[in-house]
């Protein structure tokens, strides 16, 4: 039986995916300056915090989806994705 998420629940599972994307904005700009800042964006260590970031966005959904319905996801990278692209505008 799926059952749907509750208001507060909800707004607590959007809010944390859009926190997740800005921290993975500022962990993955904070490993290139610390670890290669004269170098390319593309780099071993950004890479590599960006893929633990992934990690831990795809982690923590799993666990608040793990009785939810499917398109939740969609609703969770979008929130990700956006904050991500938002954080991006605003550098620029």
Same mark, same amino acid.
């Given at each position: 039986?799926?059952?749907t998420m509750k208001s507060n629940?909800? !707004?607590f599972f959007i809010l944390m995916n859009a926190s997740l994307g800005l921290?993975?904005? =500022?962990? *993955?700009? *904070?490993?290139w300056v610390a670890f290669s800042f004269m170098e !390319?964006? =593309?780099s071993w260590e950004p890479l590599l915090s960006l893929a633990g970031s992934l990690t831990i966005f795809i982690l923590w959904n799993m666990y608040m989806l793990k009785k939810e319905a499917k398109r939740y996801w969609a609703q969770a990278v979008f929130s990700y994705l956006a904050s991500i692209a938002v954080f991006? *505008? =605003?550098l620029t």
């Amino acid at each position: 039986m799926v059952m749907t998420m509750k208001s507060n629940k909800h !707004s607590f599972f959007i809010l944390m995916n859009a926190s997740l994307g800005l921290l993975t904005c =500022f962990v *993955y700009l *904070y490993t290139w300056v610390a670890f290669s800042f004269m170098e !390319s964006m =593309f780099s071993w260590e950004p890479l590599l915090s960006l893929a633990g970031s992934l990690t831990i966005f795809i982690l923590w959904n799993m666990y608040m989806l793990k009785k939810e319905a499917k398109r939740y996801w969609a609703q969770a990278v979008f929130s990700y994705l956006a904050s991500i692209a938002v954080f991006a *505008y =605003f550098l620029t």
